[in-house]
């Protein structure tokens, strides 16, 4: 019986591990076709976005499957808790991927603006971000959840050199904005994305902090 | 100790309520500040972020004693997983408070652009949504769930339109933009509380299609 619920604690990681590389994925498939202006990319990424639901609703199935099969130590019940609060970020990780999408086939309909700015680095850091945080928590990695914390900084400084790129853009554009204001809402949807990697850095620390880890991990 | 753990669910139901009504409020001050450029108000925001992030962690340490208390029926134990994806949403609704206020404080400093478009009522029905959805969760109510998740396509036009006003408006500026660009921020905002909203709405319903509610309703 013990040993089963081992089983599912394992097989709970590796579908939570499945999501988030799922959700990673689409945000990459998005930013890309963002840089090639792709709309048959777009497609594919609003077509995959009901897998990472159906795997969201899988996770938390899983997780109240687990909780009402014993009586979970108080170590493994913060670990299922976290994975439900992780899935739901991941969730919407895959939501952001959808947003950036949607804005790109908006952007491909008007001129590029030629704007000086670099998405792409901002998105790999984000996505970065995601998958430190997702590995942080699979480890226990407190110092790794931290760095996580600390990289969000940098995506907002990004963020807000954006914002200002944009503003001084606008004053010296005639004509339409709106390639412009897409731009501006792709980096926030990725600014989005590096804050749902913080609540699971977050979720990482108050998991180690409440539970004995050191007895999770040498189990 | 049946009667301890029942007792336990009914705190934890009132401390989501308070928790809720908190990060209402954030919002409705937050946009009372937008109309006024009060900054005073966007710093009253700013200070009780904190009560909000630490009544989450509460709801969050109230959810985990009640499944550590005993083995709950899976009636209950959906209830608890319920509050602790709920109450994440709520902290955010929180977040989104505070960047509605650091970008009012950010507006204050501006000519006001004299745009027409209705922030309130984009916000009165945004803080709807959220109340309507945490009373749908504590009165095990489907269709005022339902109700909920219909209201964010109007919220997401009402931002399609603010959207389509400041890129005409821009069109028609000379200067600055930034004031348009913020005013387009705290619309996002806002179209995330509703986004928070409807997260709230979709676990309604997945906790009682889930679970025998009736049956919760009656005890």
């Not at 970065?128 to 940098?154: G, H, P, T, W, Y």
């Amino acid at each position: 019986m013990r040993t089963r619920f081992h089983q599912g604690l394992d097989d709970l990681k590796q579908k939570l591990l499945a999501m988030g590389g799922m959700a990673e994925q689409a945000v990459e498939r998005a930013v890309q076709a963002f840089q090639t202006r792709d709309v048959s990319v777009c497609e594919i990424v609003l077509r995959d976005e009901s897998k990472i639901n159906a795997a969201e609703r899988d996770v938390d199935e899983m997780s109240i499957d687990l909780l009402a099969m014993q009586q979970p130590m108080a170590v493994d019940l913060r670990f299922i808790v976290s994975c439900i609060k992780i899935n739901a970020d991941l969730e919407r990780v895959g939501d952001q991927a959808v947003n950036i999408a949607e804005r790109v086939m908006d952007l491909a309909t008007h001129p590029d603006p030629g704007l000086n700015i670099d998405i792409p680095r901002m998105a790999q850091l984000s996505i970065s971000m995601v998958r430190d945080a997702l590995n942080a928590f699979l480890s226990a990695d407190v110092d790794l959840a931290q760095s996580v914390l600390e990289r969000d900084d940098l995506v907002d400084n990004m963020n807000r050199e954006i914002f200002e790129a944009v503003n001084v853009a606008m004053r010296n554009t005639v004509g339409t904005h709106r390639n412009l204001l897409d731009i501006l809402v792709v980096a926030r949807n990725l600014e989005r994305v590096a804050d749902h990697a913080t609540n699971i850095a977050e979720d990482v620390i108050f998991w180690v902090r409440g539970a004995d880890v050191r007895h999770h991990a040498q189990r």
